[in-house]
């Protein structure tokens, strides 16, 4: 098990993460997903500002199902994303792919966290989106 989902799981108790080899139990059972590219492993520290993120938007962690996957994949992700109330992608190239190849979907598009993580101003865009995406505190 990688060292962030082990961290996710038994120091936070975040079960919801959805890998591109395992199909979710339910596919409309998230009311949220953030997606992010399938080869970002995220750090704690990473892991930890997606928790603040979720804390910042007043989202339970248990609405919120994690994607990682590549752009090749996106197309057996469709019905999932579509049937998301909200659609958050951590990447400016997988989110323009996404938004150009299903026009159904409107996702958010944020920096990736790397870039976040090293970029204030990456970080403060991000927060104008965030603030766009959860106007209200939702759940």
């Known amino acids: 098990m990688n060292g962030w989902r082990t961290y996710l799981e038994e120091t936070l108790g975040v079960k919801t993460v959805v890998r591109p080899w395992a ?3 339910e596919p409309s059972s998230f ?4 997606v992010f590219p ?6 704690p520290g990473q892991v930890e500002m997606v928790l603040k993120i979720l804390a910042a938007v007043g989202l339970d962690p248990s609405v919120v199902g ?6 090749a994949d996106i197309p ?11 659609l958050v992608v951590f990447s400016p190239e997988l989110g323009n792919f996404v ?3 299903d026009p159904q979907l409107s ?28 106007p209200t505190r939702p759940n």
């Open 38 to 43: 399938e080869n970002e492993d995220l750090p």
């Open 99 to 101: 938004a150009t190849n």
């Open 66 to 71: 994690l994607i990682f996957t590549s752009q």
């Open 23 to 25: 199909e979710p139990a």
């Open 31 to 34: 009311a949220h997903l953030f």
């Open 107 to 134: 996702p958010f598009v944020l920096p990736s966290l790397d870039e976040m993580t090293k970029d204030p101003q990456a970080k403060k865009r991000a927060w104008g989106l965030l603030k766009s995406a959860f």
């Open 76 to 86: 057996k992700w469709s019905e999932d994303l579509r049937s998301a109330k909200t």
